[in-house]
T-cell receptor
Framework: EAQVTQNPRYLITVTGKKLTVTCSQN?????MSWYRQDPGLGLRQIYY???????DKGDVPEGYKVSRKEKRNFPLILESPSPNQTSLYFC???????????FGPGTRLTVL | QQQVKQSPQSLIVQKGGIPIINCAYE??????FPWYQQFPGKGPALLIA?????SEKKEGRFTISFNKSAKQFSLHIMDSQPGDSATYFC????????????FGQGTRLTINP
């Protein structure tokens, strides 16, 4: 089944403890992206990647890192999480030349 | 700075009614306008999209109306059903494709039986 998977789905952590949220897609898509969803703000793009080793900042990149060493994987790294990063995170992918993005199921992160 | 403004924030409609969700954008470089549907516990899924060279696009019971001069677009759901209850997001992207997809704030739609 073609899909975008994220792990973990739920995570509660404490301020300053480094964490990684994984994202993987099995559709051979070139483009991948991370969003955070907050009430009243919709989805805001954190980082995106056009292909392996090509990444760029979205609208809210502060406090996040990404890497794209393999085409299928695009992990989101929070080096020192803070409470304001408590949010619902979505990974998405799409093929090059097409606009439709496919979203993962989301990761709900709580930083205490 | 919200580049795409969506209203209303929430909407309750009786079954069979026609909910309308509106979005306004500022950046005239936007040329792709999708609507995403999100059910609780799921990621958003593309519902329908339009480009500014047409004023209306219909797919089943869902219609996008687009007003380029007013920089506004809206989603209409005909013969709405309880199963349409979800959160709807409008979005916009520019000439480079959907690299930087900018979303509206979202509308929580409830269709009462």
């Amino acid at each position: 089944e073609a899909q975008v998977t994220q792990n973990p789905r739920y995570l509660i952590t404490v301020t300053g403890k480094k964490l990684t949220v994984t994202c993987s897609q099995n559709m051979n898509h070139e483009y991948m992206s991370w969003y955070r969803q907050d009430p009243g703000l919709g989805l805001r793009q954190i980082y995106y990647s056009m292909n392996v080793e090509v990444t760029d900042k979205g609208d809210v990149p502060e406090g996040y890192k990404v890497s794209r060493k393999e085409k299928r994987n695009f992990p989101l790294i929070l080096e020192s999480p803070s409470p304001n990063q408590t949010s619902l995170y979505f990974c998405a992918s799409r093929p090059s030349g097409r606009n439709r993005q496919f979203f993962g199921p989301g990761t709900r992160l709580t930083v205490l | 700075q919200q580049q795409v403004k969506q209203s209303p924030q929430s909407l309750i409609v009786q079954k069979g009614g026609i909910p309308i969700i509106n979005c306004a954008y500022e950046n005239t470089a936007f040329d792709y306008f999708p609507w995403y549907q999100q059910f609780p516990g799921k990621g958003p899924a593309l519902l329908i999209a339009i480009r500014p060279d047409v004023s209306e696009k219909k797919e089943g019971r869902f219609t996008i109306s687009f007003n380029k001069s007013a920089k506004q677009f809206s989603l209409h759901i005909m013969d709405s059903q309880p199963g349409d209850s979800a959160t709807y997001f409008c979005a916009a992207a520019g000439m480079q494709g959907a690299q930087k997809l900018v979303f509206g704030q979202g509308t929580r739609l409830t269709i009462n039986p």
